[in-house]
Structure formats: structure tokens, C-alpha cells
């Protein structure tokens, strides 16, 4: 486990949902993450979207994103693609150059959406979706 003014190291930690809320709730090194890597912790699709809407909102120097096996959903997904098209931020420093998502089960309009968005990013390097299901029930 690390968690430094550049790194939030947490990936494989049996983290639940509320351990991540509490986490971005506190955090006040938020706004220099550079890499953000929870996987396989149960953290779920809100406070996966919790975390994705605050980092796109104020980790301005965000580099590398590993969310992969966290039980993230539509909504963190939805996130995703707000991420990737720089919304709600005017960061010219971010440099967002690894995203992983996979193993992970999404709705299939969400995950165009974010693929879209992914395709029109001009540092994106590396995208980790293997693993992703598709679910039936995308807007519950």
C-alpha cells in the first residue's frame, strides 16, 4: 500500500466501497495524483464514480488510471468518457497516457460513448478493456 503526493497505490487491498469514499472524501493530494492504481478491489460503481468525476475535475496531472476488476459500472464508466474528453477542466498539463477498465461489466451505449471519447484522446497510449462484459440492464 502507498499513497504519496503523486501515487494512490492501492491494487489488491480488499478495499470496499465506503474505503474508497472515505479515501476521496480526505485526500488532499488529490490534485497531484499522477497515478491512480485500485485493481481488483471491490470499490463499485459509485464511489468508482465518485472518484472518476473528482479526478477529472482536479487531478490535473493525472498520468495513469488502473481500475480494473473494481466492480465499476455505467455510471463510473459514464465518468470515463467525461474524463477522457477533458470536461469540466482546462488542464493543459494533463497527460492521461494509461487507462485500464477491464474485467468490469458496463452497459453498451456507455462503453461507445467512452470508446469514442478514447479514439479522439491525443495521449492516450495504452487501454486495458479485456475481460469486459457487457451487461443487459445498462441504465438500472
Known sequence: MQVTRNALL???????????????????FLPTFRVVNLENNNIGDRAGCLLVTLLTQY???LET??????????????????LMEGREIHF?????????????????EELCKFLIAVSEST?????DISGIGLST???V
Do not use: K, P, W
Open 10 to 28: 492501492l491494487a489488491h487491498m480488499g478495499l470496499q466501497e465506503v474505503d474508497l469514499v472515505h479515501l476521496c472524501v480526505t485526500s488532499s
Open 59 to 61: 487531478a490535473r496531472f
Open 65 to 82: 488510471l488502473n481500475l480494473r476488476g473494481t466492480h465499476i459500472g455505467v455510471h463510473t464508466i459514464a465518468a470515463m468518457y467525461m
Open 92 to 108: 493543459d498539463e494533463r497527460q492521461l497516457r494509461e487507462v485500464a477498465v477491464g474485467n468490469n461489466s458496463f452497459g453498451q
Open 123 to 127: 495521449t492516450l497510449r495504452v487501454l
Open 137 to 139: 440492464n445498462a441504465h
